[in-house]
């Protein structure tokens, strides 16, 4: 076969998206597609994580054992749904803001925070756009997210576009090989899981750690997660109500990072 000397490489982006496992929605074909279904599903209370979740969360951004202070730094928050996280980087001390693509999610948060916190800045806007300023923020979350917006390349450049040059980055992305998730779904249906969002990417560590620094960022630290140990009563209790989830949480320090369901990826701005 005659190959065309003037062809260019295929691109690495469009080669990474290809080699993922996605699952969409019926009718989901725009990002207007995707708000008018978030919107429903937040309506519905389905996107919410226990307290110890964004406590933990928060931990690895700055640690008690001579890790980043939060004290007076800033955080972005996107896709910050109804501001569970938001929440819990106040009481922190941290000065946040927060944006969502859903308009139901956007006016929970704003509702949240006037009812309960100081003003913090909910913004309905696009990850794939940010509304703001180059080296604005010292800490960038996205959790649960990248892997279900049209354009994950993009996302991940305004988060190192936004990023201050010493600042951190935290994002949680679902691994197509995780143990106790895909894994074990696979084995019991025959089929990938589905969470019932409008557009679910899976992807392996390598995949998702090349797509970050292909884009602007550098991982320092990659995270495994299954559960995280209850950091209050409440949710101990429903883990002692829940018997299977408190045996995944025992179990995950025995899983090994590529086996987890999720990786959290703590990142720093690439250099240039």
């Not at 894994?183 to 392996?204: E, F």
């Not at 950091?231 to 320090?253: E, F, N």
Request: charged content about 20%; proline content about 5%.
């Amino acid at each position: 076969m005659d190959v065309d000397p003037t062809a260019k490489p295929e691109d690495e982006h469009e080669r990474l998206m290809r080699a993922l496992v996605e699952l969409r929605g019926r009718q989901i074909d725009s990002t207007t597609d995707s708000a008018q279904s978030y919107d429903v599903l937040h309506a519905e209370d389905a996107l919410c994580q226990r307290d110890s979740f964004y406590k933990w969360l928060l931990s690895l951004l700055g640690s008690r054992r001579g890790g980043t202070p939060l004290q007076g730094k800033t955080l972005l928050d996107v896709s910050c749904g109804q501001g569970s996280l938001m929440d819990f980087a106040l009481q922190a001390g941290l000065r946040v803001a927060g944006l969502d693509l859903s308009s139901s999610a956007v006016a929970m948060a704003a509702q949240r925070r006037g009812r309960h916190f100081p003003p913090a800045l909910v913004t309905l806007a696009n990850a794939q756009q940010l509304p703001f300023a180059d080296k604005s923020f010292d800490f960038v979350t996205n959790i649960g997210s990248l892997e279900h917006y049209f354009r994950p390349d993009l996302a991940v450049c305004e988060t190192a576009r936004v990023l201050q040059p010493e600042g951190r980055a935290l994002l949680l992305l679902p691994n197509t090989f995780g143990l106790l998730g895909n894994v074990l779904h696979v084995w019991r249906t025959g089929d990938v899981y589905d969470d019932g969002q409008p557009l679910q990417r899976y992807g392996t560590n390598a995949q998702w750690q090349r797509l970050l620094e292909i884009n602007g960022l550098q991982v320092v630290k990659t995270i495994r997660y299954e559960r995280e140990w209850p950091r209050t009563w409440g949710d101990a209790r429903w883990y002692l109500q829940r018997p299977h989830k408190l045996a995944r949480m025992l179990l995950a320090s025995l899983i090994p990072t590529n086996l987890s369901s999720f990786l959290i990826y703590l990142c720093r701005k690439a250099s240039l």
